[in-house]
């Protein structure tokens, strides 16, 4: 009892300085999981000496914080946002990572003269891309909206997957031809729980009367989590289980729905807060020296070999522009999820074990600097990158729920055709409307005259209805101008 106000008083002051280290993340345009990585390895035994060394407990509250991550991505990530990425995005949850492990384990078999089974492990840890860094640096970027989708799915999905692969190889299983077939039946019967909970779920919450609304928010993830015991319980992938329960409660109209998001995206944050700092404070600064080169070397395997190749096998039937499979390909982003998965090796005593996590240490910190720090160059390079994109505003009040409405906030970027577009012109979808506009740090209320210029912000309030058709109208107009019907550009 004597240490508990010390324990308690250091936990906040370090949730604390991670929160405020946000900020600085986004002013320096740095993934802010870098930095709860260097206050985990500030207070670790090479900084203010705190020991801990248990990769048995690092691999559960790892799972458990990934948990919750995942929960968070599904109940935050919009169904009609990511439809038209579904193909694309189930495909490089799957089929791209089969193809890395089999390319990037080919390669360090013989770069790193590492046997078969631990040279196809390192790229099963190193094949699925991390949901809270994709998350994070993706929303709002400007992508459109089947590459943001694409990667949104393969994030939340990909775990799955890899984490079947990586405790197969952990463990040492023999190849049967029953193999497959046991990994079908995980992921099917995962997908199976997910859904079903979800719907459940969703019903449950619609029909009962909760004494306090904060009562929903909590009940929401909770079905979360049970999608992931009963998944992981029925012998079948808990974490697609989990995300696949908040993508359904997420676009349910449930009731208080923007305090379940704005509960959630909270309970996001702190996961990652505590995931990247444990997994810091986790870190050896001395071993990771010894990690270095193989780290970089595994880490350009699968930035300029592995992850093309992946992305261009699974986008096959696709038919994706060049240009698209590039952003796709650099996009891969690695964070904790790789590192939490090289710890189950090491928690089994794998030799070589403790060799591949202080890789992944310095393939996540450095990998990650290097390809979040260019994400948005590279897509305006491409010419992915587009002003003008409709964004969800976060409000929390009942009428909007009760009516079913939603609120976009459009940015009108230097080079968008929306400059000088008359509202009249805009001709948004019945249902929607623009019932605001920033311009110069002032605001004022439009009418059909007001001619909108570069640098303005819209406050655009829509149904649920007209939501989808009303963001595909300001795509299009800011793409084409108000004649973007007459040139073929739907907005898509």
């Known amino acids: 009892m004597d240490e508990l106000p010390i324990i308690l008083g250091s936990g906040a002051i370090v949730l604390l300085a991670s929160v405020f280290a946000v900020r600085f993340s986004i002013r320096l345009g740095l993934p802010s999981l870098l930095i709860y990585l260097g206050i985990g390895v500030l207070i670790g035994e090479s900084g203010l000496g705190v020991e801990f060394d248990n990769p048995a407990l690092t691999q559960s509250l790892g799972l458990a914080a990934l948990v919750m991550i995942l929960a968070e991505g599904g109940l935050t990530t919009r169904w009609e946002a990511v439809r038209p990425a579904l193909g694309p995005g189930i495909a490089l949850s799957t089929v791209a990572i089969v193809v890395t492990i089999l390319v990037a384990g080919s390669a360090l078999h013989w770069l790193l003269d590492l046997n078969w089974q631990l040279a196809f492990l390192w790229g099963a840890v190193l094949a699925s891309t991390d949901a809270a860094a994709v998350f994070s640096m993706l929303r709002g970027s400007g992508i459109n ?45 995962g997908a199976g729980i997910g859904l079903a909970l979800g719907w459940l779920g969703a019903q449950a919450l619609r029909r009962i009367a909760l004494p306090a609304t ?80 193989p780290g970089l070397v595994a880490g350009a395997v699968v930035l300029v070999l592995a992850r093309p190749v992946s992305v261009l096998v ?68 491409l010419g992915l990158a587009r002003t003008g994109q409709p964004e969800e505003l976060d409000v929390d009040a009942a009428p909007l729920d009760e009516l079913g409405a939603v609120l976009l906030q459009v940015a009108i970027g230097p080079d968008s055709r929306l400059h ?73």
């Open 145 to 189: 909206r089947r590459l943001s989708g694409t990667l949104e799915l393969e994030s939340g999905l990909n775990d799955a997957p890899a984490y079947i692969a990586v405790v197969l190889l952990a463990s040492g299983a023999d190849v049967e031809w029953t193999l497959p077939l046991v990994v079908l039946y995980q992921l099917g019967a």
């Open 420 to 492: 000088g577009v008359y509202l009249r012109e805009l001709r948004l979808p019945t249902g929607a409307g623009v019932s605001l506009v920033v311009r110069d740090g002032a605001s004022f209320t439009p009418g059909a005259g007001t001619r909108l210029t570069s640098g303005d912000r819209l406050l655009v309030v829509t149904t649920s209805e007209a939501r989808s058709r009303a963001e595909r109208r300001i795509r299009a107009v800011d793409r084409a101008g108000p004649l973007a019907a007459w040139k073929g550009e739907s907005g898509d």
């Open 214 to 293: 904060g009562l929903y928010p909590l009940a929401t993830v909770a079905v979360c989590v049970v999608a992931y015991s009963a998944g992981q319980l029925g012998q079948a992938s808990g974490l697609l289980a989990t995300y696949l329960a908040g993508l359904v409660l997420g676009n349910a109209r449930l009731p208080h729905r923007g305090d379940t998001l704005s509960f959630a995206e909270g309970l996001g944050w702190m996961a990652q807060i505590g995931l990247f700092v444990l997994l810091g404070l986790f870190a050896s600064p001395e071993r990771l020296v010894d990690g270095i080169v």
């Open 314 to 381: 699974s986008m096959l039937p696709f038919r994706l522009p060049w240009r698209e499979q590039v952003f796709l390909s650099w996009a891969g982003l690695r964070g904790a999820v790789p590192i939490v998965l090289a710890t189950i090796p090491l928690a089994e005593g794998l030799p070589g074990a403790q060799g591949l996590l202080d890789a992944v240490f310095v393939i996540v910190i450095g990998f990650t600097l290097l390809q979040g720090a260019l994400l948005g160059p590279v897509a305006r390079l």
